[in-house]
């Protein structure tokens, strides 16, 4: 008999949930007479449900049956004391055009806040659920007046960006950042959509006045850290920097906020800045660890602006003089090992120095990390057989690792260079479902590119040429990349290798600074393969050129608006829209 009613109770919670979903869909679909009947046979059976009320309130209002409504509101605030139902009277009276005896309702609902402080919560979400957005601030204002342990502020910040209001908006995120530090990033987030890159922006200039002004009434470290966040999406990295130091002096405990600005100095192509701050942590830090990282940064550069390999060289051997050859800068050791190999083609002593590191006391995946770095010297050399036994040697070691997947990529790749794509397609296959996103996302893009040109020719031809001149570029050869290239697009004209051909050079190009030619090769791709997996990138890459490098804004914009309106499911779509933004010099509000 028991477990009889159990099974009545879970019928009939069934139903009850069913028939929910069928009025809301009568609702949603604008069939309000069905709708009022289902919310109607709910109400009756749950009478105290909010929910059901507000929408039989909504559906009489939608059939414009005001009376109906009002009558139904009266009954209800006889026999529930609920403020928010006085609200509810007032907006019916408003949709009546009766403005008067409207406002004289919404003052009576405001003034149970007097009552009862936190009668707020339901009088205020009632307004705002109407959009009556000035009697919301009014409501949270006298809340927090009378009982000043309330804290509204990210409701206020919500309702002043609505209103446009933005400087009381900034103030009250600010505000609720100050009471509750760990909501910092979600404040971030929410400012973000009102900012943008331009620094004289009126929004912009706005924060900056309004964080410099707290900082001068109630110093803390909360401000400097926002000022630097600001001055980082503005790329104001040097002011950035300045806060970041201000930051770190009144408390020394940690340096990764400023490691963390090298890095994106770094990527942003930011040398000098970047510099100027690596400098300061090898100068500051008090570990060993901390000053190697920042000192292999340094290289880093020195790398992308072509220094003197023989000066770099130099750093290297200092540096492990210094620091020593031992478990503890093994990812010194790697790079000097990637570099003898790569940047200078002294391809044995590169592989002599690291097989000596696997000699070191290791642990198994700082082993697989050596090992991996002598399969792609190996790669370098052409030496595929051999790559495949360091990169099969991981896998065996480190099952389901991201090692052991990067590993299983690479298997596929040394395949794909030497023509093998059969083999090279079956470990993508599996790479797909890797626990690695840009793994998995590569192996994606690669067995896209083998499986879309293989059935062209049965000789394969073009795809070999393009696997070759792939190689070639992990080579660093990007000259002979380029003419191996120039060959496809000249004998392959009608083969769809051709798009991706055009993209691969105009990255060399980019590499090599030539503008003008990789802008030529995007062009090409955005006339004639329009509906190609590849026109995103090729948009956004080209409005990346005419913005950051030929000064042509305008031409950028144009393109960013086409990423915006026709490729909203592309990974450009956010940064296209933020720069399609700042270029159209939008007030964002």
Known sequence: ??????????????????????????????????????????????????????????????????????????????????????????????????????????KIAISKIDERATNVYAVARSFQNHSLLNEAVIAYEKAVVLNPDL??????????????????????????????????????????DFISEDSSSENNVLLRKLLLKKMQQQPNTLWNELLSWLFIQQKDLKKAFAQEKAI??????????????????????ENEVAQDVLNYIIETAPDAETKLRAHQNLIK??????????????????????YGEQPETLELQIAYGHFLAFYLNETKAATNFLESTLKQPLSTLEKAQVKLELGDILILQEKFNKALIYYTQIQRNLKNSTISQQARFKVAKASYYKGDFKW??????????????????????????????????????????????????????????????????????????????LYKQAQLFELKSQYDKAVVNYQAMIDNYKDGILIDDALFHLAEIYQKQLNLPEKAKGLYEQIIFNHADSIYFVDARKRYRTLRGDAIN
């Open 248 to 269: 770190y002096k009144r408390q020394p405990e940690s340096l990764s906020r400023i490691e963390e600005l090298a890095l994106i100095a770094v990527n942003d192509n």
């Open 424 to 501: 090279a397609e079956s470990q993508l296959k599996i790479l797909k479902a890797s626990t690695s996103q840009l793994i998995a996302n590569d192996a994606l893009d690669l067995k896209l590119l083998i499986s879309d040109n293989k059935y062209e020719d049965s000789l394969q031809t073009a795809l070999k040429l393009y696997a070759k001149a792939d190689l070639l570029a992990f080579q660093n050869r990007n000259d002979e990349a380029i003419t191996l290239l120039d060959t496809i697009l000249e004998a392959h004209k009608t083969e769809p290798i051709i798009a991706q051909a």
């Open 1 to 106: 008999m028991r477990y009889i009613l159990i099974l009545c109770f879970f019928i009939s919670g069934v139903l009850y949930s069913q028939n929910a979903t069928i009025a809301k869909s009568y609702f949603e679909k604008g069939e309000y007479e069905k709708a009022l009947i289902e919310y109607k046979k709910l109400y009756a059976k749950s009478s105290s449900n909010i929910s059901y009320i507000t929408q039989i309130i909504g559906t009489f209002q939608q059939l414009e049956q005001y009376d109906d409504a009002e009558k139904f509101i009266l009954d209800l605030m006889e026999h529930v004391k609920y403020p928010a139902f006085i609200v509810e009277l007032g907006y019916n009276y408003q949709l009546k055009n009766n403005l008067e005896k409207a406002n004289e309702y919404y």
């Open 301 to 322: 550069i020195d790398l992308k602006s072509n220094a003197n390999y023989g000066a770099i060289k130099s750093k290297y051997l200092e540096l492990l003089k210094t």
């Open 151 to 192: 804290n509204f502020n990210v409701q206020l910040a919500q309702i002043y960006g609505e209103q446009g209001n933005i400087e009381k908006m900034f103030n009250s995120y600010l505000n609720f950042a100050e009471s509750n530090p760990l909501v910092l990033r979600d404040v971030k987030r929410a400012i973000n």
